[in-house]
């Protein structure tokens, strides 16, 4: 699941800046945080973000997916090849350094892309629009964020519809490591081509329809705000200012 | 009376391109006009439309020589697949045509008044509430057009508006498009379905690799018999074939 799934969960009802900041807020205190512990409980922080807004199962499956290489990557650079003292596991003996710094770097990982999943899928790109066209920002700019929000479904749907469609004309998908490889291109062509042809004749349209203008947008339906949303945003920046300031005084110290 | 658009020996080349799409194309377009742009694959009836509407070569690049005038302010463009049209942002089929109106920084009220109009001008308000992504391609090409509309332009332009719809939406559509042009925008549709186009024509372009090759009433320029064909593109001058009909209008003459 990568995208926006329609909910009423608080998180589905919250202003879309309050959902990217809660997002914003995991990314950079991924990148604050160094020990396991702390890590880890910002791995929970994230899946608790996904359960308020009823994702978390479909978040955690995906994010479980895209993160495991890069797990089995960290644990084979780390603990096989990290530094002494070794911990025996069976026939393996994997460095206790290495490990934590897996742990760390995985967590972080995870968390990452948990955040963001539970994010895209609360957030309105509509809402979003709405929320930015109503504090004047414009709308390339606008565009820029909630395209790049929309794509990756977009993308997947189309990716489906190739796969079939090259199935029915004989695509064989299974075989080996060599084959598959093979089998990409018939996917991988049409999906870049057709995406290219597609943004021309999109940006003639949105052309046509105002988009690149110099009048500001009217915004027809913007996000409510609260003061406690307000309060929230500022809170969680002021937690990741401090936390990047106790990580570099720990560092100097 | 004023032309619309009226072009002037116009020659266009597509950026990096060694040959001109369109040489010396001259012709004037005016309010109430169902012009049809037709001629074999490759011939620049896509192109003409696009120099018609004034993306060419503003959006698209390249270099255009001759004139290009008239009082046309605002041009709205559809193209075949109308999936690529839309915004991807909007929930519902009126913040769709209502994107076009709100980018010009109207009045909300008058935005959605403009949407409003433009949905029953389309006889499509049964729709407003409905997801883009869930329609038909017939219902869609009609969103699409519905928002072109909402912007008030004064030339519609649609390239091969019923490429991808079945015969009976696309039997819909052009029926709609008499309707538009007395409402007082011109309406410019490059096809290669004259059977359609002939029925709804009030006059007809013929070009052939990029040169404008005939010009004039439907019944002339847009006959789809094969008769017709074949002393088209044997370079007999209008009304050849010489039926009974033709041969009346010839005698009146």
């Known amino acids: ?253 | 009376m004023t032309a619309l658009i009226a072009l002037e020996h116009v020659s266009f080349t597509y950026p990096g391109a060694a040959r001109p799409a369109l040489t010396d194309v001259s012709l004037e377009l005016a309010a109430g006009d169902v012009l049809v742009v037709t001629g074999e694959t490759g011939a620049g009836a896509s192109t003409l439309l696009l120099v018609l509407a004034g993306f060419a070569p503003r959006v698209v690049g390249g270099h255009l020589s001759g004139s290009r005038s008239g009082t046309a302010q605002r041009c709205g463009v559809v193209f075949a697949r109308p999936w690529t049209q839309l915004t991807g942002l909007c929930p519902t089929v009126r913040d769709e045509v209502a994107f076009g109106p709100a980018s010009l920084g109207r009045p909300r009220d008058a935005v959605l008044a403009a949407a409003g109009r433009a949905l029953e001008q389309l006889r499509i308000p049964h729709l407003a509430d409905r997801e883009p992504g869930q329609l038909s391609g017939g219902e869609l090409q009609r969103v699409v057009v519905a928002a072109a509309l909402a912007m008030g332009p004064d030339v519609l332009a649609l390239d091969d508006p019923a490429a991808e719809l079945d015969p009976e939406a696309a039997d819909a559509l052009y029926d709609l498009l008499p309707a538009i042009a007395r409402a007082g925008t011109a309406v410019v549709v490059a096809t290669p379905d004259l059977e359609r186009a002939a029925r709804v024509a009030t006059r007809g372009v013929v070009l052939d690799a990029g040169r404008l090759v005939a010009q004039g009433a439907p019944a002339e320029v847009l006959d789809a018999t094969d008769a017709a064909v074949i002393a088209r593109a044997a370079g007999c001058p209008p009304p050849l074939p010489l039926d009974v009909p033709a041969l009346v209008r010839r005698v009146a003459r």
């Open chain 1, 1 to 253: 699941m990568i995208g926006y799934v329609p909910g009423r969960s608080p998180l589905h009802r919250a202003h879309p800046y309050t959902t990217l900041a809660l997002a914003g807020a995991i990314l950079l205190g991924a990148f604050a945080l160094t020990g396991p512990l702390a890590v880890w409980l910002l791995v929970l922080a994230a899946a608790a973000f996904a359960a308020v807004g009823g994702v978390l199962r479909a978040s955690l499956r995906t994010a479980l997916v895209l993160s495991l290489p890069i797990w089995v990557l960290l644990f084979v650079l780390h603990g096989l090849l990290g530094a002494e003292p070794r911990i025996v596991l069976g026939p393996v003996a994997l460095s206790a350094a290495g490990v934590a710094r897996a742990l760390v770097l995985g967590g972080r990982v995870t968390a990452i892309v948990l955040g963001f999943l539970a994010a895209l899928a609360t957030a309105s790109p509509h809402a979003l629009v709405e929320a930015m066209t109503a504090d004047g920002v414009p709308f390339g700019r606008t565009f820029l964020l909630a395209s790049t929000l929309t794509v990756l479904p977009r993308m997947r749907e189309r990716a489906v519809q190739i796969l079939e469609a090259q199935q029915c004309r004989g695509l064989r998908l299974g075989g080996s490591p060599v084959a598959r490889l093979r089998a990409l291109g018939p996917l991988v062509l049409p999906l870049v081509l057709g995406a290219l042809a597609e943004v021309d004749e999109q940006v003639l349209a949105l052309d046509a329809r105002g988009a690149a203008g110099a009048a500001r947008r009217t915004a027809l339906a913007p996000p409510n705000d609260s003061a406690g949303q307000r309060v929230l945003r500022w809170t969680l920046l002021v937690l990741v200012a401090a936390a990047y300031a106790w990580k570099f005084r720990s560092m100097r110290g």
